[in-house]
Each structure stands twice: as C-alpha cells, then as structure tokens.
T-cell receptor, first 114, second 110 residues
Framework: SAVISQKPSRDICQRGTSLTIQCQVDSQVTMMFWYRQQPGQSLTLIATANQGSEATYESGFVIDKFPISRPNLTFSTLTVSNMSPEDSSIYLC???????????FGPGTRLTVT | KNQVEQSPQSLIILEGKNCTLQCNYTVSPFSNLRWYKQDTGRGPVSLTIMTFSENTKSNGRYTATLDADTKQSSLHITASQLSDSASYICSTDSWGKLQFGSGTQVVVTP
C-alpha cells in the first residue's frame, strides 16, 4: 500500500494569489496524479506528473494555471495560480503502484478562494 | 456528459439496515470497475475492484456486483453501521484512464 500526505490540509486565499500544494508518498512511485473535486461533482484529473519529465495535462487544464513539479519519486507539488473563486475546490494527490490496480489518494487540500 | 452516473445522489438509512447503490456507465471498453468510500475531509479509499469478467466481489459488509452486458454495477451495504456514513464513488478504469461518478452520499442514523 501507499501512504500519502498533503500540505496544507486547507487554506483560505484571496483572489489573484497563488497556492502551492505539496504531496509526499511513503514509497517511490513512477506516476503521481493531481485531481480536483468540486462540491457535488466527480473527481476530475488535472494532470499526471512523471519524475524527470513535463507533466501531462488533461483537456481544460493548462500549465500556466496549474504548474506542477516532480523533483523525485516520492514528492510532487501543484500550484494553483492567479486564483479566482471558481478554483475553490478540494485538490487530491494520487498514486498507483506498479503491478497493482489499486490507486491511493491523499487526504486532500480544501481550498477556498475569496 | 459524465460517462459514469450514480444513483441515488443521497440516501438516509437506519443503522442495521441494508442499502444498495447504483452505478451506470457508458465507458467501453474498460479493464476494471472500482468502488471507493470517501469520508468527509478524507481522500477516497478503495473498497472493491472488479475486472470486466467478474460478477461480484465482497469486502466485509460491502458487496459489489457488475453486469458488463447492461453496463451496471451496484454496491450493497449489509447491516449498516454509523461509520458507513460517507460518499461512495464508482469509477471505471479504461486501461489507466479513470472516470469517476459524482458519488452517493450515505447517511446512517441511529
């Protein structure tokens, strides 16, 4: 299994500012995923972060708005840039383990933009 | 349009009773279907994973079924407990591409 921690757990930010969310995994993983979960809606994949290469973004998400770093096999960051109230959401980090169907999620970061 | 639809959106059940949650999907083909439990303020935790060739899978008081012909899955909770209060999310895995439903919010009352 994998144990994932995220920082911060929640934050309230002002419009126009940026927030960086950290994700730490207790084992080395190839791929890390960043999701957004808006109230009452399904989880939406933002991007896939591979160590040593540029993140791959899903349709509707761009690097300028959601830059991602992946400096090693156990850590990643997601920055939400130039925030607006529409960015208020839960942001989740996730990993899957090689050879397993299982996908593990972090506890999430609850972001409120005022 | 979401390719994974769940019903009901929410339900309230008495402690000790059973309930069944539904998941209809249009994703095809897919390699496996998953059910997750998400407690408030936590990330989703996997309950069951079924490949397309499996019909049923149990995890304690949780039993998931899959009908690949009708593209329907269900999650049955037996003898509900207060700790079962959570959101239950259905997800299809199309060879690494996950699609999620918006979840069923279950509230178990004493």
């Amino acid at each position: 299994s994998a144990v994932i921690s995220q920082k911060p757990s929640r934050d309230i930010c002002q419009r126009g500012t940026s927030l960086t969310i950290q994700c730490q995994v207790d084992s080395q993983v190839t791929m890390m995923f960043w999701y957004r979960q808006q109230p009452g809606q399904s989880l939406t994949l933002i991007a896939t972060a591979n160590q040593g290469s540029e993140a791959t973004y899903e349709s509707g998400f761009v690097i300028d708005k959601f830059p991602i770093s992946r400096p090693n096999l156990t850590f990643s960051t997601l920055t939400v840039s130039n925030m607006s109230p529409e960015d208020s959401s839960i942001y989740l980090c996730s990993v899957d383990l090689a050879g397993s169907y299982e996908q593990y999620f972090g506890p999430g970061t609850r972001l409120t933009v005022t | 349009k979401n390719q994974v639809e769940q019903s009901p959106q929410s339900l309230i059940i008495l402690e000790g009773k059973n309930c069944t949650l539904q998941c209809n999907y249009t994703v095809s083909p897919f390699s496996n279907l998953r059910w997750y439990k998400q407690d408030t303020g936590r990330g989703p935790v996997s309950l069951t994973i079924m490949t397309f060739s499996e019909n049923t899978k149990s995890n304690g008081r949780y039993t998931a079924t899959l009908d690949a012909d009708t593209k329907q899955s269900s999650l049955h909770i037996t003898a509900s407990q207060l700790s079962d209060s959570a959101s239950y999310i259905c997800s299809t895995d199309s060879w690494g591409k996950l699609q999620f439903g918006s979840g069923t919010q279950v509230v178990v009352t004493p």
